[in-house]
């Protein structure tokens, strides 16, 4: 239902660039639409979300570089996060919150940062 | 910023046996806002309880979870071989929206 897709590589001090497509849901319906990311062999770290009206929420520690948009015609959503160095080097995964859980997510994309 | 500390951090057992996995919050949590995911390798998280205790679609009464306040914990009463994994408690409502506890990885002693 939520698949995403991008570069798997990325130059530092670029740009992150994902999609996620969704499919058997709308994006307008009542789910907030986020992106979480994976270092490898870590933890997991919520960067943001967005809701169909263009509301959203965002990590602060991320806050400056990360930009989250929704496609309502392609019903898709996205994610930029800009400045990036090795540490930006992540399994990332979409996943859609309903109330205060995340029970549907994408198979995750690896983003590796490096020249 | 409310940081989740699951314990302990590793975790070994055997089929058959009880696990007991905590999460404890720097700050209260509103029990509707706690839940708990399972992670095999290579694969993404799958949601267990929610709500600090409600059970997702799908999920086995073997899982269960409680608590309340700042002291979470998830229960698997008979553990089956394909229970092993990494475990991860996640909060929402203080800033950060989310976070997630760092992990308790279930093994097969």
């Known amino acids: 239902q939520l698949q995403e897709s991008g570069p798997g590589l990325v130059k530092p001090s670029g740009t992150l660039s994902l999609t996620c497509a969704v499919s058997g849901v709308s994006l307008s319906s009542n789910d907030w639409w986020s992106w979480i990311r994976q270092p490898p062999g870590k933890g997991l770290e919520w960067i943001g979300e967005?809701?169909?009206?263009?509301?959203?929420n965002y990590n602060a520690s991320l806050r400056s570089r990360v930009t989250i948009s929704v496609d309502k015609s392609k019903n898709q959503f996205s994610l930029k996060l800009s400045s990036v160095t090795a540490a930006d080097t992540a399994l990332y995964y979409c996943?859609?919150?309903?109330?205060?859980?995340?029970?549907?997510w994408g198979q995750g994309t690896l983003v590796t940062v490096s020249s | 910023e409310v940081v989740l500390t699951q314990s302990p951090g590793t975790l070994s057992l055997s089929p058959g046996e009880r696990a007991t996995l905590s999460c404890r919050a720097s700050q209260s949590v509103s029990s509707n806002y706690l839940a708990w995911y399972q992670q095999k390798p290579g694969q993404a998280p799958r949601l267990l309880i929610y709500?600090?205790?409600t059970r997702a679609t799908g999920i086995p009464d073997r899982f269960s979870g409680s608590g309340s306040a700042t002291d979470f914990t998830l229960t698997i009463s008979r553990l089956e071989p394909e229970d092993f994994a990494v475990y991860y408690c996640?909060?929402?409502?203080?800033?950060?929206?989310?976070?997630f506890g760092q992990g308790t990885r279930l093994e097969i002693k």
């Open positions: 996943a859609n919150r309903r109330g205060y859980s995340y029970a549907t």
């Open positions: 996640q909060q929402y409502g203080r800033s950060p929206l989310i976070t």
């Open positions: 967005i809701y169909h009206n263009w509301s959203s």
């Open positions: 709500g600090a205790s």
